[in-house]
């Protein structure tokens, strides 16, 4: 096994660990961290592949979105951030170990010429985010429309699973606003003048 292939099934391992942490750490802090590995990690597999666009992007897009994602999290979810604060410093083993983890597989992906690795020659003009593109859009167009669709109802399923347990939500029903009639809002109410209105009308 040469070391391309070691590093690209150690990789695997890490990202498939990282993402059964994700899912069943039970600290929000811990899942976060997870997420986070796991996202360089699939990036460190995509720069093996020779997809640095598709790198840079998930580094620079989902890692840096999952903490600003963490904290509307802690900030909808009405969590103790007391109680997270007190427990700062115990997160500090599992945050070493993510960053230790994360330096180990930029060493391995920057230097891997250096342990015998070799980069395949490419012709002159050649771009693999013009080819990513052309296979993304015309031979993998259908999964690639899939995993949107899955991707969209997954959004859904997570806004309803938010919202169904709150007491406090107004709900409006867009059909009966539209069906409403003016004779079911205004009332119009022919009230007799008061003695004392009848007199002042009278003086003036």
Same mark, same amino acid.
């Given at each position: 096994? +040469?070391?391309? @292939? *070691?590093?690209?099934?150690?990789?695997? #391992? &890490?990202?498939? /660990?990282?993402?059964?942490?994700?899912? @069943?750490?039970? !600290?929000?802090?811990? %899942?976060a961290? %997870?997420?986070?590995?796991?996202?360089?990690?699939a990036?460190?597999?995509?720069?093996?592949?020779?997809?640095?666009?598709?790198? &840079?992007?998930?580094?620079?897009?989902?890692? $840096?979105?999952?903490?600003?994602?963490?904290?509307f999290v802690?900030?909808?979810?009405?969590l103790?951030?007391?109680?997270?604060?007190? $427990?700062?410093?115990?997160?500090?083993?599992?945050?070493?170990?993510? %960053? #230790?983890?994360m330096?180990?597989?930029?060493?391995?992906?920057?230097? $891997?010429?250096? *342990?015998?690795?070799? /980069?395949? %020659?490419?012709?002159? $003009?050649y771009? !693999?985010?013009?080819?990513?593109?052309?296979?993304?859009?015309?031979?993998?167009?259908?999964?690639?429309?899939?995993?949107?669709? &899955?991707?969209?109802?997954? &959004?859904?399923?997570?806004? #309803?699973? @938010?919202?169904?347990?709150?007491? +406090? @939500?107004?709900?409006q029903?867009? /059909?009966?606003?539209?069906?409403v009639?003016?004779? +079911?809002?205004?009332?119009?109410?022919?009230?007799?003048?008061?003695?004392?209105? #009848?007199a002042?009308?009278?003086?003036?």
């Open positions: 096994m +040469d070391f391309e @292939t *070691f590093v690209f099934y150690s990789f695997g #391992a &890490i990202l498939v /660990a990282s993402g059964l942490r994700v899912v @069943t750490a039970r !600290n929000p802090v811990h %899942a961290l %997870a997420l986070v590995l796991a996202f360089f990690t990036a460190g597999l995509w720069i093996l592949l020779e997809a640095e666009f598709l790198a &840079i992007t998930l580094v620079l897009v989902y890692v $840096g979105a999952v903490m600003v994602l963490f904290l802690v900030m909808m979810l009405d103790n951030l007391t109680k997270l604060r007190e $427990g700062f410093w115990s997160y500090l083993p599992v945050a070493v170990a993510v %960053a #230790a983890i330096g180990f597989e930029m060493v391995t992906v920057l230097y $891997g010429r250096s *342990f015998g690795s070799q /980069a395949v %020659a490419e012709p002159a $003009g771009s !693999n985010t013009k080819a990513l593109g052309s296979l993304l859009y015309t031979q993998y167009l259908y999964p690639f429309e899939v995993a949107a669709v &899955i991707l969209l109802v997954a &959004i859904v399923a997570a806004i #309803a699973l @938010t919202m169904r347990h709150r007491k +406090d @939500t107004k709900y029903n867009p /059909a009966s606003q539209v069906a009639r003016r004779q +079911d809002r205004v009332r119009m109410v022919k009230m007799k003048a008061t003695p004392r209105a #009848a002042l009308e009278s003086k003036e």
